[in-house]
């Protein structure tokens, strides 16, 4: 159960007025089930860094699992907007929740629907979509991560199938993964998609250990050592980079929106406990200091709101451009993890315990703001948009 009433959750400019009924139920439904399923456990997850047993089936259950694929392959066959709602929902609870949700969603269902053939997408989209198969994707590597286009995994072709070798770093899921989206180099020089099953020969997925954030979240390699593919299980429709930063621009999206919910987590209960909290015989909220922190984060999660909000319609409508989604990532991950720093302020000591969430979001959002494109490179991307000028 959250900390603070959940009708404190802000939405100071009435974007309610702009949400559909469906919006609204389907922010509800998730909502609920954040505080009925997340919530009382998650702390105890990432203290433990342990994952929580049954995440995909249950996320699955709640259609948080590609909202917008159609359903004909067992998505949702929702709009923009929902996705970012219900990304914004999960965060609230735990950014390894979102990251769940997102990478199955956005980087191992979409490529697979936009790029794969009728025979992948009926093979895999609706395992998928029910948590049944959990899916994990490989792009970044040991010695390329801001600069994924100098990846070393290849393949070759053998005739009747692929051999895949190399190696994959900072990989959610892939310790629990049954398939993996992999980007990789064929002889050619040009970048593919393969879809590489658990138990084919020469795959493991060793666990990434000792981690400060994102705890409630499995991390791996994807080890590739003369691994078979089968020539069916390459994505037939996109080659080049463009097929791995598509889906990095759909999961980026959702991350704006997501790491919303972990500000409003921590704002919500920087409110509820400063209102609360008596120091020198009155609330500390009642102190300068502490309203000066209190109304920047509502300012700065409301225009956060709003950037989101615009860019879902622009999404929606096919317009978005990666450098705005660009924009949007980088100044709401950087909205967020300001937020959760500086409101764990706010309950002096209490603030650094587990009964509160600010270290666990502020420790999260070290995460987030490092992949999907680090704050750096999302800034570069931005300057390239406004000069033509690549500063890479
Ligand atoms: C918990 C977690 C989960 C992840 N999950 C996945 C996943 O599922 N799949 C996946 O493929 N990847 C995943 N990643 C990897 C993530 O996308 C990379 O960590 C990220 O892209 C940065 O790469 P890097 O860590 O190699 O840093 P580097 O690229 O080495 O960058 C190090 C620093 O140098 C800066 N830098 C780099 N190039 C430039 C430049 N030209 N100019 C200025 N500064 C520059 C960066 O901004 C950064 O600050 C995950 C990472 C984490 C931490």
């Known amino acids: ?54 995440l995909m089936k249950e996320l699955g259950s709640i259609g948080a699992l590609g909202p917008y694929i159609p359903v004909e392959y067992g998505g949702a066959g929702l709009d923009q907007i929902s996705y970012g709602i219900i990304m914004q929902e999960l965060e609230r609870g735990d950014s390894a929740v979102r990251s769940a949700a997102s990478v199955q969603s956005s980087l ?6 936009e790029f794969g053939s009728d025979e992948q997408k009926n093979k895999y989209l609706p395992k998928l979509a029910n948590g049944e198969m959990i899916g994990a994707f490989g792009l970044t590597e040991p010695n390329h991560g801001s600069d994924p ?47 590489v099953e658990r138990d084919f020969d020469g795959f493991t997925t060793p666990e990434t250990h000792n981690k400060w954030s994102l705890r409630a979240s ?47 987590d921590c704002y919500c209960t920087a409110v509820q406990y400063a209102k609360e909290r008596n120091q020198f015989g009155k609330p500390i909220a009642s102190y300068q200091l502490q309203q000066k922190k209190l ?19 622009l999404k929606n ?25 500086e409101s764990r302020q706010i309950l002096g000591g209490m603030g650094i315990m587990g009964e509160f969430p600010m270290m666990r979001h502020a420790a999260n959002l070290e995460s987030v703001i490092t992949y999907e494109g680090t704050h750096d490179i999302h800034l570069l991307i931005t300057g390239l948009d406004i000069t033509g000028i690549n500063a890479f």
């Open 1 to 54: 159960m959250s900390y603070y009433p959940l009708n404190t959750i802000p939405d100071y400019y009435l974007l309610d007025n702009l949400l559909t009924d469906e919006h609204k139920l389907i922010r509800q439904s998730v909502r609920d089930w954040v505080e009925s399923f997340v919530m009382p456990q998650i702390d105890e997850a990432a203290q433990q860094h342990k994952d929580i047993p049954g």
């Open 108 to 113: 191992v269902m979409f490529p697979i629907y």
């Open 149 to 195: 286009g100098s990846m070393e995994t290849y393949y070759k072709d053998m005739g009747d199938h692929y051999l895949l070798n190399g190696a994959k770093m900072w990989i959610t899921n892939a310790p629990l993964c049954d398939i993996a989206v992999v980007w990789a180099k064929g002889e050619d020089g040009k970048v593919r998609g393969l879809i």
């Open 218 to 264: 499995k991390t791996g390699e994807l080890v590739f050592r003369d691994v078979k593919v089968p020539k069916e299980n390459l994505l037939p429709k996109v080659e080049g980079l463009k097929g791995p930063l598509s889906c990095l621009n759909s999961a980026r999206y959702g991350i704006s929106w997501g790491v919303i919910g972990a500000a409003i």
């Open 295 to 313: 109304a920047e984060f509502l300012t700065e999660i409301t225009k956060a709101q709003l950037l989101s909000w615009q860019l879902g319609n």
């Open 317 to 341: 409508e096919h317009q978005a451009t990666p450098a705005q989604i660009s924009m949007a990532k980088r100044n709401n991950v950087k909205m967020a993890i300001d937020i959760a720093r």
